[in-house]
């Protein structure tokens, strides 16, 4: 029987962010989902300093409730789901972090993927480029400490907004701020397309409205 970290919670998906990949590929990976566990569980124990953030670690597999989970809670190995994409959380010493990843062609493949990216991006760390764990939070972490408001107002901040968005939807200025957001946030997101960079501006965005009262 595959062992699963204690501590990780996992559940059926609930909503996926923004469009799921249309043209997965099949990873070149050879190990199995124990191995990936173990790799999994060592990163989230590099990753957190208390037991609450430890226990905060959830795991989102889009496998319905069912005869497809055992007994204690956790999907089968072999468990097929209703598509491969993931997304893996947890509140960790660098604030909360979100890794949605459906790139391959099955569930174990794109969790073994992000925990390899967990790995990588620890491993910068090792020659002190980083100081903070910027490299978990992206362009975000940098830029907010050198400009913390990011956008003047919240004018130009929704301005910014609608012209990320206008890609898939049309807005304007008098739309439902939230509404704008979560498509600016679809758009703009790397992993449904976007750029790094623009999902910086975005999450800077979000914080402007959000400091105004208008999330």
Not at 195 to 214: M, W
Request: proline share 5%; charged share 25%; aromatic share 8%.
């Amino acid at each position: 029987m595959t062992t699963w970290p204690d501590t990780l919670n996992v559940a059926p998906i609930r909503e996926w962010p923004g469009e799921l990949t249309r043209n997965r590929t099949r990873s070149k990976f050879k190990a199995g989902l124990g191995e990936t566990l173990r790799l999994l569980d060592r990163e989230i124990w590099n990753l957190v300093d208390t037991r609450a953030q430890q226990e905060s670690a959830e795991l989102l597999i889009a496998i319905p409730a069912g005869d497809l989970w055992r007994l204690d809670g956790r999907p089968r190995a072999h468990a097929v789901a209703e598509h491969p994409g993931v997304i893996f959380s947890l509140d960790s010493k660098h604030g909360h972090l979100s890794y949605p990843c459906d790139t391959f062609t099955t569930w174990q493949d794109n969790l073994r993927a992000i925990a390899l990216a967990l790995e990588a991006l620890r491993m910068v760390d090792r020659y002190g480029v980083t100081k903070r764990g910027e490299q978990y939070r992206g362009f975000l972490a940098i830029e907010a400490t050198a400009a913390p408001a990011g956008f003047a107002t919240v004018e130009v901040a929704i301005g910014f907004l609608i012209d990320v968005a206008y890609k898939v939807e049309t807005f304007d200025r008098k739309s439902d701020p939230a509404r704008i957001l979560r498509v600016a946030q679809r758009v703009a997101h790397p992993d449904m397309g976007g750029d790094a960079a623009t999902f910086q501006r975005v999450s800077l965005a979000e914080a402007k409205l959000r400091a105004e009262g208008l999330l």
